[in-house]
């Protein structure tokens, strides 16, 4: 039951749209409206940064998650744990005002868990499992981290680590909590230096084998290069045996026309038109809208809220909207 639901959300879609104007600096960001009248509701997909609480606030959009199934790390859990800071990728229904939901799906992945390898109190920042985690003014720390900030974290230390990736690969993390030392360690990121033979790969700092993975949802049974996965395994000598090689979400052939909200870093970026946010392809169009700044503030690791649907080709997100945000607007 668990796989099954992580394929269905890997590979479902949904997307949403927000109508605006043309530029200004207001910060006064509100939820997304497609036009339908209240008593009606369009499926959607929202991944973004979690406001937890009496309901969760995913893209300032607010759900019921009353009869929502709840995956953390690839295991049943309750709703009570999706903390403030995680990132969630969540499936529902958001009504025509566009400001409330009901959530049937909130997914949970860590993009790091492992050990604190160095921390660098001039950079901000510290390594886990090879991968660059940098500290910002508005990272979220689970009880046991004190002080609650990078001087609350120890060499050895492990720990969780939920962010924005990065285009450098490095992680801005929203949310970092305290761990057990056997825990599984896990990774998201880009798979770099595949050798299909070997059946390796790095993402960052990190070599990954998957030489005896036992469940690899990849469409092809092995990662493309540049593409971004999820490993899931043990640590041994400093490489990630992995139990577990999974898509991240996004990656997947999606319903053309369907909702997205999405919420990230732009990681890869062609042109104002054809760019990534984190592992997700998107694109604009003339009549794209945009919000706190304009078309030309579109570059390399801008943070962006994209309000869009998918387009013809079954995957790219054509934004109907874009926000920025910055990590101290939130």
């Not at 949970?108 to 001039?122: K, L, R, Y």
């Not at 078309?295 to 926000?323: K, P």
Request: net charge negative; proline share 2%; with cysteine.
């Amino acid at each position: 039951m668990k796989r099954t639901l992580q394929m269905i959300f890997a590979l479902g879609t949904c997307a949403v749209f927000a109508a605006c104007d043309g530029g200004g600096i207001s910060v006064d960001i509100e939820g997304p409206s497609f036009g339908g009248a209240p008593n009606i509701t369009e499926a959607v997909a929202s991944i973004g940064v979690a406001t937890a609480g009496d309901s969760l606030r995913v893209n300032d959009v607010r759900y019921d998650t009353h009869s929502a199934t709840v995956l953390i790390n690839g295991e049943p859990d309750t709703i009570t744990n999706v903390r403030d800071g995680h990132i969630v990728q969540l499936e529902g229904r958001v009504g025509g005002l566009g400001l409330t939901g009901n959530a049937a799906l909130v997914n949970v992945d860590a993009h790091v868990i492992g050990p604190v390898e160095s921390i660098d109190f001039d950079d901000v920042a510290l390594t886990v499992l090879g991968q660059t985690v940098r500290i910002g003014l508005t990272t979220r720390f689970s009880a046991g981290v004190d002080p609650d900030d990078l001087a609350g974290l120890r060499l050895g230390a492990h720990i969780e680590a939920s962010g924005y990736l990065a285009a450098d690969g490095s992680l801005e993390a929203t949310r970092i909590e305290l761990v057990t030392a056997d825990s599984t360690v896990q990774v998201i990121g880009r798979a770099l230096a595949v050798d299909a033979g070997a059946r390796t790969f790095r993402v960052g700092n990190l070599d990954v084998d998957y030489g005896n993975t036992r469940i690899i949802g990849l469409p092809e049974g092995y990662p493309e290069e540049g593409g971004f996965v999820l490993a899931r395994g043990s640590l041994v000598d400093d490489t990630l045996r992995a139990d577990e090689l999974l898509p991240v979400y996004g990656s997947g052939t999606r319903t053309v026309r369907h909702r997205v909200y999405l919420e990230g870093l732009v990681t890869r970026f062609n042109s104002t038109s054809a760019f990534d946010v984190g592992a997700h392809r998107v694109s604009t169009t003339a009549s794209t809208g945009f919000h706190n700044g304009s078309r030309g503030n579109l570059g390399a690791d801008a943070q962006i809220r994209v309000y869009g649907r998918i387009g013809s080709d079954g995957v790219t997100i054509v934004a109907d909207t874009i926000t920025y945000l910055s990590l101290v607007d939130r």
